[in-house]
């Protein structure tokens, strides 16, 4: 393929317009992180040294982290350290944040990406389970189950559950383990307070997705042509709910991986979210700054991906848009 049709093809601009505004995003969370923590009341240097700490070393640990200097000086050094690597050193422990990241980044995409392909692989099924049963006003017992269990799970934080699952399942029936990260079933308490509310979502969307399908043409013809149910709704009514089904969970995904600040909390889980919670309490400026970087920018590329697989999936609705 030639230099200018490979310009000219479908898939170039919408990679190029993804990827401009991946970075323009990437632009402001940076900015409004580096800003934002900056505004918080209290003395970060203080708070590291101790109230009782003698101003005149204050005044030198400040100066030594370039804290007195004016804002601008202070943003020109942080990108000039990003540029080479350097997200700083912790006000708190003196340990280079960067290590930090390294050491509790994939904790964190453990369990928000088991939470994730947990919400899809309950979400779809669960969701054209439904469909079909309660298609045409047929059983209404369950489909007002089905409303009232999935309201009620969708509109529950993401703490309250990670902490009713701790009473029940660790504290109550002593099936798991109540917090940290010692085996396999450590995992399963934090997976199922990011997935629950995100699936209870998801199944609901997925159920009025697919009802919009069964009233299609095609679908009355495979009817007609006296198709196998599990035929008609695999091939059919499954991949055209998908691409909906897909762009929702896009949406909730970000919202999934904040939530791994509160649930890390809540089960001492040694990831980004819980490292984020004690800077906040610290003070802690470097440590801060890198976890909503770091947390940002995951959500911006996860949302990246999300959209190529939905052009993949469904080229004319996004690839030749304007």
């Known amino acids: 393929m030639s230099l200018p049709h490979l310009l000219r093809h479908p898939w170039t601009g919408f990679l190029a317009r993804r990827t401009a ?19 918080v009341p209290g003395d970060p240097v203080r708070a590291a040294l101790g109230v009782d700490a003698d101003p005149a070393l204050v005044a030198a640990r400040r100066q030594q982290l370039g804290l007195d200097a ?4 202070q943003y020109r050094h942080y990108l000039g350290g990003l540029l080479h690597g350097d997200l700083g050193t912790s006000l708190v422990t003196g340990t280079p944040v960067a290590e930090l990241v390294r050491t509790r980044l994939p904790a964190t995409l453990e369990i928000a990406g088991l939470a994730f392909l947990l919400t899809l692989a309950v979400a779809l099924p669960c969701g054209l389970l439904a469909t ?3 298609h045409d006003g047929r059983h209404p ?8 269990v999935t309201a009620g799970l969708a509109g529950v934080p993401d703490f309250v559950l990670a902490a009713g699952l701790t009473a029940l399942l660790a504290v109550g029936l002593q099936l798991l ?12 308490l934090p997976v199922l307070a990011l997935a629950l509310a995100p699936t209870a979502v998801l199944v609901r969307i997925v159920r009025v997705e697919a009802l919009k399908v069964l009233d299609e043409d095609y679908l009355r013809t495979a009817r007609a042509k006296r198709l196998s149910p ?19 969970a896009g949406s909730l995904l970000p919202a999934m991986i904040a939530g791994t600040v509160l649930v890390e909390r809540v089960f001492a889980w040694p990831g980004l979210g819980s490292a984020m919670a004690q800077s906040v309490v610290s003070q802690d ?5 890198a976890m909503v970087l770091i947390l940002g920018s995951t959500v911006l590329l996860c949302g990246l991906l999300v959209d190529v697989l939905l052009a993949v999936l469904d080229p004319r609705s996004t690839i030749r848009e304007s």
């Open 21 to 39: 505004r991946l970075l323009i995003s990437l632009g402001v969370v940076l900015t409004a992180s580096f800003a934002m923590i900056r505004l």
């Open 70 to 73: 004016p804002f601008l000086a």
């Open 132 to 134: 079909v049963r309660t």
């Open 141 to 148: 017992r369950s489909e007002l189950a089905f409303t009232v």
């Open 177 to 188: 383990p109540v917090a940290g990260a010692a085996g396999a079933e450590s995992f399963v």
């Open 230 to 248: 599990a035929r008609r709704h695999l091939r059919h009514t499954a991949p055209n709910t998908a691409t909906a089904a897909l762009t929702v």
């Open 285 to 289: 400026y470097p440590v801060l700054q």
